[in-house]
């Protein structure tokens, strides 16, 4: 079975600069509707599939997912983004959209500093070694 590929820093390095750069505003395709965090970006292996998406147990944000979420329709949306472990689903049900973007903002910064020192730690290994949800919400 085919795995994301992807460099875990270089994604969610993407994925900080699709942010500050004012990727989930409005869609000209649908905008009737408001963005999803990580799923209407680059960030998702299967933005812009048609057809035949790969499941999301292949995605490289698996790895930021708590392990009893996984198994969930849209595993990313249970990603502790806040440093009181608050997911993307529970901010989509209180929080604004300048709220969301910020805490996403956030947990990008510090888990991209968590990685790059994990990495400088380890110069010979790859930089997708996995990360556990709980090391990757104490990046903050």
């Known amino acids: 079975m085919p795995q994301d590929e992807r460099n875990v820093l270089e994604v969610l390095k993407a994925e900080l600069n699709f942010v500050e750069k004012g990727g989930y505003g409005r869609s000209p395709r649908e905008p009737w509707r ?4 990580f799923e209407d970006s680059p960030s998702c292996m299967n933005y812009d ?5 790969d499941p999301c147990a292949e995605c490289i944000l698996m790895q930021f997912v708590p392990p009893e ?13 806040t440093p009181a472990g608050e997911s993307l689903l529970e901010l989509y049900r209180g929080g604004t959209q300048e ?9 990008l910064r ?7 020192a994990e990495v400088q730690k380890k110069p010979n290994t790859t ?6 949800s709980d090391s990757a919400s104490r990046a903050h």
């Open 34 to 37: 408001a963005q999803l965090i």
């Open 49 to 53: 599939a048609k057809t035949r998406p």
């Open 69 to 81: 979420k996984q198994r969930e329709k849209v595993p990313c949306r249970h990603i502790p983004l």
């Open 99 to 107: 709220e969301l973007e910020t805490a996403l903002a956030d947990w």
């Open 110 to 116: 510090g888990t991209i500093k968590h990685l790059e």
């Open 127 to 132: 930089q997708r070694v996995p990360q556990t």
